[in-house]
């Protein structure tokens, strides 16, 4: 997972200060079959999300990580600002996207320490949020929402019978990537972006049945 703000449930401050985690973090997480076709559909997913707004706009990616999902922004036409709490992390991503220049920035910060002047086009968030318990969620939707301008991406878990059995099967046999700890319901999610002062307009599942990671992209529901 990339991170950006830690919460009491999960706290891998240190682990992703190193640099040896942080140079093999892609490799450990998609060089297997499952990982190159979580890590395509990520990406098809966020160019969808993106693929409507104009090149030049701007864009925050929190938390960044290695840049696994900035460099699809880029690749647009965006500009992007990469924010994350682990620095090995960040530079990773400064050197694998070393050729877009000045059009990709970056800065060692948690979300709730961001000058409230600085805000974005948009504000990507990908399988951040799902680790944190709903009170900490509702909180750093929040802290999301007020650098975006315009829209939100998130990556979520949709909490389902389905996905409750599905994810007992994953914890018990280890046979696949950690599910979401967190997931939530889709009146839960309704009412974080409500609160936000968001609302969805459209969504791509990642993998229906298979996986419940859903993509969500959501827009101000009144003035900027």
């Not at 973090?25 to 979580?38: K, M, V």
Request: net charge positive; proline share 4%; aromatic share 8%.
């Amino acid at each position: 997972m990339d991170n950006l703000h830690y919460g009491k449930a999960w706290d891998p401050t240190r682990h992703y200060q190193d640099a040896a985690v942080a140079d093999d973090y892609d490799r450990a997480r998609f060089s297997s079959l499952a990982g190159r076709l979580f890590n395509f559909l990520d990406r098809r997913a966020v160019r969808h999300a993106l693929a409507d707004l104009p090149a030049g706009s701007t864009l925050a990616d929190m938390p960044c990580g290695t840049g696994r999902l900035t460099d699809v922004a880029l690749t647009l036409g965006f500009s992007v600002h990469g924010i994350d709490i682990a620095p090995a992390m960040l530079a990773v991503a400064r050197r694998r996207l070393a050729a877009f220049g000045d059009r990709f920035t970056t800065a060692v910060a948690d979300i709730r320490s961001l000058d409230p002047a600085r805000r974005f086009d948009v504000v990507l968030s990908a399988r951040f949020l799902m680790h944190f318990p709903p009170d900490e969620q509702r909180s750093l939707i929040t802290a999301l929402a007020r650098r975006a301008r315009r829209r939100l991406v998130l990556t979520h878990g949709i909490d389902t019978a389905l996905h409750r059995g599905r994810r007992a099967l994953k914890r018990a046999t280890g046979l696949f990537q950690n599910p979401a700890a967190f997931p939530v319901t889709e009146v839960e999610l309704a009412q974080m972006l409500a609160a936000a002062g968001f609302r969805e307009i459209r969504r791509n599942r990642l993998l229906p049945v298979v996986s419940e990671a859903v993509v969500i992209v959501a827009e101000r529901t009144g003035a900027s």
